[in-house]
């Protein structure tokens, strides 16, 4: 498995280290998690195939993203000034989807926290009492029952998370991306091992589910869409790229792309044949305590709670692109029509060529130096602005934490809404917008295909979840 990670890197030796690291980590993140009870959801075989069909359909939106960074200017790529050129007044959506996709996943995040560490205190509490003499089945002391309540370990860790949660530049913490590939390793290593020595006797085969079609197919199909977006990274690739040809980014897709579609093979086909139709949103939840389980839920845990500054940090910064917009719009009704902002470049060809996307001034009205990491006008938040948005993205995380204990059921709403925006709706859009006066082609028709594909998860899928946290 180590051999898979370190071929995404190899396959990306000229970006830069960090970078590189970081994009494997955005793909390889919580849905991992919940893949065995994805594939309990809709059966063995019907669950691999989505699992390819995510990963193909994940792979075609990077794709058509990038072809549409090279219309951009230079090295300033991004959502926002790929949607200046083709849908302008809708550019406020496209930051709304960004920021919902991470304000949910930082609430995975919190999650899998309660969902952890009590499992991690009974473990070391039972270890303990066997070192003293004990036989490690005690119970522990009723007096410190909030030990184990998620709720008393969720508001813990987000004093940790509160302060990390207002730096303003994170590099510092892009370190831990490599603790994040550390620990998906550790758990594929765990999901085999008690393949080959289960804890308890395996299900049958009459037990498992090969195909399984029920409603449950609709509120699962967005985690599949969860656990390969990692499209609002690929900007950041294609700016940051010394060769950012098509052709070395083609490789990146790929190899990233097909890597993790292995590991959520690995992972969600020999979760589900350990524990059948009983495994539950979490995998490594299902699990009895033992070192090689705990030291895997601390470093789950501590990866997780470094990982959601990451999340907060896009999030406060598309938030406030929508306020900003928010605000200009009511701006123009009673004084005009707000400032646009125009990145096109002189760069208009779609050929899958090696052209290497320089900066160049042509006709583009925004610099390098004025645009932001996302691609927008750079614009300082004032103090007070900043503070409030971060206040009000860590209290409503914390608050949803709290009265949602289920992992699948957070993914499937961000796969729903966030993730299909950015993975199929805002990419096949884009393509299309780029070439509407030209031709049909291959491409073209896919682009079409993909958005609606992503129009129709969207709709019925996030439909589905509703009825479904509805009925209870």
Request: glycine share 8%; aromatic share 10%; net charge neutral.
């Amino acid at each position: 498995m180590g051999r898979i990670i370190t071929r995404i890197l190899a396959m990306e030796m000229k970006l830069d280290p960090l970078q590189s690291i970081n994009l494997a980590n955005t793909i390889l993140g919580t849905g991992m998690l919940a893949m065995p009870g994805a594939l309990a959801a809709v059966g063995l075989v019907l669950g691999s195939f989505m699992i390819v069909f995510s990963a193909c359909a994940s792979g075609l939106g990077l794709y058509f993203l990038t072809r549409s960074a090279s219309r951009t200017f230079g090295r300033s790529a991004s959502f926002f000034a790929c949607s200046k050129l083709t849908y302008p007044s809708a550019a406020v959506w496209f930051d709304a989807a960004i920021a919902i996709k991470c304000f949910g996943v930082g609430i995975s995040y919190l999650i899998i926290i309660g969902d952890l560490m009590p499992q991690v205190v009974r473990s070391l509490s039972s270890m303990a009492f066997a070192a003293a003499g004990g036989d490690g089945a005690g119970d522990m002391d009723p007096q410190w029952w909030f030990l184990i309540d998620r709720r008393f370990w969720i508001t813990v860790f987000m004093g940790i998370i509160g302060p990390l949660s207002f730096l303003k530049k994170l590099d510092s913490l892009k370190a831990t991306s490599a603790l994040a590939l550390t620990a998906v390793v550790y758990l594929v290593v765990i999901v085999i091992y008690y393949y080959i020595n289960p804890e308890q006797e395996l299900p049958t085969k009459e037990e498992l589910r090969l195909v399984h079609f029920s409603s449950d197919f609709l509120t699962t199909l967005p985690v599949f869409v969860f656990a390969f977006t990692c499209h609002q990274n690929i900007f950041s690739v294609y700016n940051e790229l010394t060769d950012n040809g098509q052709s070395m980014l083609n490789r990146i897709i790929t190899s990233s792309i097909g890597s993790a579609a292995v590991i959520y093979h690995t992972i969600g086909i020999l979760g589900y044949l350990t524990f059948g139709n009983i495994v539950g949103s979490n995998i490594i939840q299902m699990y009895n305590d033992s070192m090689l389980v705990t030291v895997g839920r601390i470093a789950i845990v501590i990866l997780v709670l470094f990982s959601f500054p990451l999340q907060c940090h896009p999030c406060r910064a598309c938030l406030d692109k929508v306020l900003i917009a928010l605000e200009q719009f009511w701006v123009s009704t009673r004084f005009g029509k707000p400032q646009e902002y125009n990145t096109l470049s002189g760069h208009q060809d779609d050929h899958d060529d090696e052209q290497i996307h320089t900066p160049s001034r042509s006709s583009a009205t925004i610099t390098s130096a004025e645009v932001d990491n996302h691609g927008g006008p750079a614009q300082e938040i004032s103090h007070l602005k900043f503070v409030i948005m971060t206040v009000a993205i860590l209290l409503g995380s914390y608050a949803i934490a709290i009265a949602v204990s289920e992992l699948q059921l957070i993914l499937s709403l961000v796969g729903s809404t966030g993730s299909t925006a950015i993975s199929f709706i805002l990419p096949g859009s884009f393509y299309y917008k780029l070439h509407e006066n030209e031709r049909w082609t291959g491409r073209k028709i896919l682009s079409v295909c993909l958005a609606s594909y992503g129009v129709l998860v969207m709709i019925i899928c996030l439909t589905a979840n509703i009825r479904r946290i509805i009925s209870g």
